[in-house]
Nanobody, 128 residues
Framework: QVQLVESGGGLVQAGGSLRLSCAAS????????MGWFRQAPGKEREFVAA????????YYADSVKGRFTISRDNAKNTVYLQMDSLKPEDTAVYYC?????????????????????WGQGTQVTVSS
């Protein structure tokens, strides 16, 4: 079992930055792929970023590539999402997720059905 708690959301002006954190409890964090997804009002939840067990492989949605950075600290059981150059269209509830899938390929990192555990979400609002 993995319990996930997100923090770091808030209100920021366009062009600003936020850093989201996701603290995990449970013994399987270091063996879980981690991801961030988001859901804007009236839209379906979408993939944002994902990271491999050791952190050596990362994936990003095209809409955030070059602006967001995912990282993890296995010693602290925490995954981060550094968000820079924020835009109003980044406004959403951001969810941290963990996957125990061992299947290879970017598809399994980007598809929410392959993530077993989810946090409650943290609101990010970017004003124009």
């Amino acid at each position: 079992q993995v319990q996930l708690v997100e923090s770091g959301g808030g209100l920021v002006q366009a062009g600003g930055s936020l850093r989201l954190s996701c603290a995990a409890s449970g013994r399987t964090f270091s063996s879980a792929r981690m991801g961030w997804f988001r859901q804007a009002p009236g839209k379906e939840r979408e993939f944002v970023a994902a990271i491999s067990l050791t952190g050596d492989t990362t994936y990003y949605a095209d809409s955030v590539k070059g602006r967001f950075t995912i990282s993890r600290d296995n010693a602290k059981n925490t995954v981060y999402l550094q968000m820079d150059s924020l835009k109003p269209e980044d406004t959403a509830v951001y969810y941290c997720a963990a996957s125990t899938s061992t299947r290879y390929g970017s598809y399994y990192y980007k598809t929410e059905s392959h993530f077993n555990y989810w946090g409650q979400g943290t609101q990010v609002t970017v004003s124009s």
